[in-house]
């Protein structure tokens, strides 16, 4: 299947085992895609079903551009009047997979048909990205939890937070962790409220082991066109069962002139599942744009390199910059 972008490029699509990495990087992983595609309301009355499309999205986009993208890229480049053509060519090559690919893994199988079945979820509540109405938003802006213990509260209070509205519409957070121990797993919701105090948007994203003295950088949230003023919100949460290595991982960096060469090595004398870098842009000393790339299966002592792409605006143009800077924003294993 082939379709085009909002960018005016012409991309085609195949649905293929790397599909499912992307899937994993969902809290929670395919499972937790599944249960928030079927639109199951919470004790609350909310539902996260319009994270479970947009995972759709950017697994199906990302896996087959050519050069990295991040999560909120995929998303902005798919035109609104193709998703429902997407998801039918996902479901489709599920059938096609289930009748044809005898020599793969019974695991593997049982994957692409478990994907088979959250795409077909996923579809049925697609409309809701159509739909931009107050209440929806309010809905998902209840994440925190009204009562934070004492310990909480004062991880938090150590956590420092830098933040600007980049030149593609997203707002940038970069968390420094000024604790004297690690953060197993941070949530970060930005909420957007009007000049009646009401809200209009919000979004929110996480980070796995925020280590202790390192900085962290984030821009999954999209700034709504008309806002009065923003507030984001902490939270940690329960423990995940990672550790982290960020603080083992050599990096070095290099300008090529049409994209920035990051050369990671893993000096952490463990076999890596993950290792994410981004890139934040400056201009005259302003952050303008951010690019982040992920690698899967990072062995002991492997050498990793990082095509990292230069930021674009809202018209989808190049931004210019003077200087950047490069973050290690997750180099974790399970425990």
């Not at 937070?161 to 707002?171: F, M, S, Y």
């Amino acid at each position: 299947m082939q379709i085009e972008l909002k960018n005016g490029e012409r991309l085609n699509l195949e649905v293929t085992p790397l599909i499912l990495e992307y899937f994993e990087e969902y809290p929670g992983g395919v499972e937790q895609i599944k249960k928030d595609a079927y639109g199951k309301k919470d004790k609350n009355g909310y539902t996260r079903t319009m994270y479970a499309t947009n995972q759709l999205l950017y697994a199906i986009i990302a896996s087959n551009y050519d050069t990295p993208l991040t999560y909120r890229q995929a998303v902005r480049l798919v035109k609104l009047e193709d998703i429902e053509k997407i998801a039918n060519f996902v479901i489709k090559c599920r059938i096609l997979i289930k009748r044809g690919l005898k020599i793969m893994t019974r695991k593997i199988i049982f994957k692409i048909l478990l994907l088979g079945i959250i795409v077909s979820l996923v579809f049925i509540f697609s409309g809701c990205v159509k739909q931009d109405n107050k209440e929806n938003l309010i809905k998902n802006s209840e994440v925190m939890s009204a009562k934070e213990s004492n310990s909480e509260e004062e991880t938090i209070n150590n956590i420092s937070i830098q933040d600007t509205i980049l030149e593609d519409g997203t707002l940038l957070t970069i968390i420094k962790n000024n604790n004297s121990y690690d953060i197993e797993s941070l949530h970060i919701q930005p909420i957007f409220y009007d000049s009646n105090n009401e809200v209009v948007g919000t979004a929110e994203s996480w980070f796995r082991v925020v280590k202790s003295g390192s900085e962290v950088a984030i821009n999954d949230f999209d700034v709504p066109s008309e806002f009065n003023r923003y507030e984001i919100k902490l939270k940690i949460k329960e423990k995940m069962g990672y550790d982290g290595y960020s603080d083992k991982i050599k990096v070095t960096s290099k300008d090529t002139g049409e994209k920035i060469m990051v050369t990671a090595i893993n000096n952490s004398n463990v076999n890596l599942e993950m290792l994410s870098i981004g890139v934040v842009f400056y201009r005259n000393g302003k952050a303008v744009g951010f690019t982040e790339s992920t690698e899967w299966n990072i062995e002991n002592g492997d050498t990793t390199y990082f095509n990292v792409m230069y930021p674009f605006n809202k018209n989808f143009d190049n931004i210019k910059f003077d200087e950047y800077k490069v973050f290690i924003n997750s180099a974790y294993k399970n425990y």
